[in-house]
């Protein structure tokens, strides 16, 4: 996720290398042809280019909002996995201290369990970022699961998932345990249930892409307005004397348009591990930092900071 407010203009130029490279080109080629071959013939009119901006600009409002309010609710559903995580804790930690009153269970069970539920929460969360960038490094959780629970986690298609699956099963087993009350279940399989629902709508952003016609037609109005343009200005410009003014103005316009529909274009996939997405890294060392803190530890993971203005 981008932190700074002030952008570096040969960074962002370097981003929009190929529009700007052919803008400059066009441009050029069309003030040579007509000022300097005098081939009147190759200026239109400017009301085509206006026509042209115009929808253009429609369908880069569209697909901007369209694709802030896809980023928006991905941090949105993160934000709950941040809070439910740590209601789910809470309610572990909770009752199963509460166990510990009735002399049932002795402590050494009560403090593993505890802390083997929290872990695999933590993981999940881990889990569900790497499952969501297409990346492979499960290791990266690895220390927070039995060895031999690892091994066969990392073995699953849908790794978040089965950890959810696991979840739920120790639940059971720690009621039957008496290590949670008997009605300790009804409180946690609602919260155990919302992981489900964040994932599934996590999974829905990243394997829905934004309607691809607007897409492509974004795309290819923002190409015909950025050759059209250099067409449209060339006469008016001569009329006033400087022609040569239309290559820098018409290379500025395209860049305009060119960055307005890169914002929309990064912004509408939010979990591809770029700088515009989501910070997930930051949020799970969040969640890993405050869980193992409910469990009274002092070696926490160090806090997720912005490098260079950008927080991962």
Not at 65 to 92: C, K, V
Request: glycine content about 6%; aromatic content about 12%.
């Amino acid at each position: 996720m981008i932190i700074k407010k002030i952008f570096n203009p040969l960074a962002v130029a370097r981003y929009m290398r190929w529009e700007l490279a052919a803008s400059t080109v066009l441009s050029i080629a069309v003030f040579f042809l007509y000022h300097n071959q005098h081939l009147e013939k190759v200026s239109v009119p400017f009301s085509i280019a206006a026509i042209l901006g115009s929808a253009l600009a429609i369908f880069l409002a569209f697909r901007n909002n369209n694709a802030y309010n896809r980023w928006w609710e991905a941090r949105t559903i993160w934000g709950g996995i941040i809070n439910n995580s740590r209601i789910f804790a809470r309610q572990i930690i909770a009752n199963a201290d509460n166990a510990l009153s009735g002399g049932k269970v002795d402590a050494a069970q009560i403090e593993a369990y505890k802390k083997e539920m929290v872990y695999r929460q933590i993981a999940f969360a881990h889990a569900l970022r790497l499952h969501l960038r297409g990346q492979k490094s499960w290791e990266e959780f690895g220390h927070l699961l039995p060895k031999e629970e690892f091994e066969q986690v990392v073995k699953k298609q849908n790794i978040p998932n089965h950890l959810l699956f696991l979840q739920g099963k120790r639940i059971k087993e720690g009621t039957k345990a008496e290590i949670l009350g008997a009605f300790d279940n009804i409180s946690l399989e609602p919260t155990l249930a919302g992981f489900n629902n964040f994932q599934g709508a996590c999974e829905r952003i990243k394997n829905t892409p934004l309607l691809r016609q607007y897409h492509f037609f974004t795309k290819l109005f923002l190409l015909v307005f950025m050759a059209v343009l250099p067409f449209s200005l060339i006469a008016d410009f001569n009329k006033m004397g400087v022609p040569a003014l239309m290559v820098p103005l018409s290379i500025l316009l395209s860049f305009v348009f060119g960055v307005m529909g890169k914002v929309g274009e990064v912004n509408e996939d939010p979990f591809e591990g770029r700088i515009t997405d989501i910070p997930m890294t930051a949020m799970c060392t969040t969640i890993e930092r405050d869980l193992k803190e409910m469990l009274g530890e002092v070696d926490l993971p160090e806090k997720k900071l912005p490098v260079e203005g950008f927080l991962d």
